[in-house]
């Protein structure tokens, strides 16, 4: 069983998750730069993934599938960024 005090943690780095995603949102809509939607959406995930986590408690901390979305989240900031420095083909 997870604790009040663990829940609230939880709940605010989805929250902190979640408004940083709408700050890369807004960021992209202003530049349309790629590596900020891509940055939005890692975050997006990320928030989804905590709230997730939050509402439903896995007991066994050592359950390799909750790192998952993690890993997901983490290789979308890695892509992002590879596709932000790929050379250009505009010459």
């Known amino acids: 069983m997870i604790d009040s005090v663990t829940l609230i943690l939880i709940g605010a780095a989805a929250m902190a998750s979640l408004v940083v995603a709408l700050f890369f949102l807004r960021f992209w809509r202003q530049t349309r730069d790629s ?3 891509w940055f ?3 975050f997006a995930t990320d928030s989804a993934t905590r709230l997730l ?3 439903f ?3 066994d901390e ?3 599938l909750r790192y998952v979305p993690r890993l997901i989240t983490f290789a979308l900031i890695i892509v992002a ?3 932000k ?3 250009s083909r505009r010459g």
Do not use: K, M, T
């Open 35 to 37: 590596l900020f939607l």
């Open 40 to 42: 939005a959406i890692a």
């Open 53 to 55: 986590e939050g509402l």
């Open 57 to 59: 408690p896995v007991p």
């Open 62 to 64: 050592q359950e390799p």
């Open 81 to 83: 960024i590879a596709q």
């Open 85 to 87: 420095n790929r050379p």
